[in-house]
């Protein structure tokens, strides 16, 4: 926690100041960068919604899946003094696959998560080269400007990512 939390305010701090600094370089360009921002963060919201409750009911399901071991382990003379072998090795099956389960819509929540932030920054950045390249056309901005803004895009976008990943 104590790593994460410094590498969280880390993180925020970067943003933020890499934020004022691409606004004191271009506000149009601040704005194109930017915009994908509040997606990423709604997105963020609701993958850690669905993860929260992914991770919970594999929790629960291991929780589940231990205690049918923590009761047939023990009672295992039972267990074969009334032939329930099968019985017993059913229900853990049955337990073990809803562990199964529950790790599964989690990994494929997060495994669809990480590529969607990277897809929505690469298009950010994408956005940004066009912009940015139009306003040197237009002669708005120098090229040496747009090279500037885009080296610490990266480093913004980098930071967000990063950050994220710690959800």
Known sequence: LSVYLLDFGTDLLLILMTACILLSINPWLAVVTL??????????????????????????????MISVLADTIPGIRVVKAFAQEQHEVERFHERNTRVLHANDRVNTTWSFF??????????????????????????????????????????????????IKMV
Request: aromatic share 16%; proline share 4%; no cysteine.
């Open 35 to 64: 915009a994908p921002f509040p997606l990423i963060a709604w997105l963020t919201h609701r993958v850690r919604v669905v993860l929260r409750r992914g991770f919970a009911l594999g929790w629960r399901s291991w929780a589940d």
């Open 114 to 163: 990480g590529p969607m932030v990277t897809l929505l920054t690469d298009a950010g950045l994408l956005v940004v080269w066009i912009f940015g390249v139009w306003q040197v056309f237009q002669h708005h901005i120098t090229v040496g400007v747009l090279t500037a803004f885009l080296a610490y895009i990266s480093r913004f976008y980098g930071r967000l990512e990063s950050m």
